[in-house]
């Protein structure tokens, strides 16, 4: 048995069921937009009731699921919020890394470095939720200000399963990991200024990447996969 295999089947039931569902979700194996019962997910898990009832509460508190007319539905992606999201993340990561360009340590930055070579390892969308492999939330956490670190986190973990349309293809993971070496080296040589606006120009990269994966997997997902306005 693996490490990671070892690790799910350690974990309490109801953790394992969130994690296979959540994973389902994050991976777009359940659709945005598809309705889904409790009935249906004991049937398709092989679980009771109650880890399910209990997957289903904390995937509503993290915007992965909605409550439908009858029963639930898997969020469908909102346009209007992603951009004001990617907005909103642009302002945040700014102040974040001119901080972390004062006061980021060279062994913290290490850290990241190794980070940003996972990311171009094979993974599951659910790894990446869980182990919280972002570098961008970690080089928020840099800026030793907690409350940008929480708003990036928040950002990130509301676009993630949208990131995910681009993150699974290895050629836009090899780019990320340029982009993610050009910042972090400007953030260990302290350019506050190039590391701002490279941090910018990066997030604009992915807003448009990923926008553009959406707009691609409309006939996939139907119109039931999308609100087009917050």
């Known amino acids: ?52 009832r209990q997957a289903l509460a904390e995937l509503i508190r993290e915007g992965l699921v909605v409550k439908a007319e009858r029963g639930y539905a898997i969020a469908p992606f909102d346009l209007q919020q992603l ?41 599951t969308p659910d790894d990446w939720f869980e182990a919280g492999l972002d570098v961008h939330v970690q080089l928020a956490a840099l800026s030793g200000n907690r409350f940008l670190r929480d708003a990036v986190q928040d950002a990130v973990n509301r676009t993630i399963r949208a990131r995910w349309l681009v993150a699974s293809s290895p050629e836009a993971r090899a780019i990320a990991h340029r982009e993610h070496n050009e910042i972090i080296a400007l953030v260990r040589q302290r350019r506050t200024e190039e590391a701002a606006a490279a941090i910018r120009r990066h997030a604009q990269d992915v807003r448009g990447q990923i926008l553009q994966a959406l707009e691609d997997s409309r006939r996939l997902f139907g119109a039931r996969g999308f609100v087009e306005g917050g």
Not at 14 to 39: F, H, Q, T, W
Not at 100 to 115: G, H
């Open 1 to 52: 048995m693996g490490e990671a295999a070892r690790d799910m089947s350690e974990q309490p039931l109801g953790e394992r069921v969130l994690s296979r569902i959540r994973g389902d979700v994050l991976s777009l194996k359940l659709a945005p937009g598809e309705v889904v019962s409790e009935r249906s997910l004991e049937a398709a898990y092989g679980v009771s009731r109650t880890p399910i």
């Open 83 to 123: 951009e004001e999201i990617f907005e909103y993340r642009e302002i945040v990561e700014d102040a974040a890394i001119r901080l972390a360009c004062e006061r980021a340590r060279p062994e913290e930055l290490d850290v990241i470095l190794r980070t940003v070579d996972e990311g171009l390892s094979d993974f």
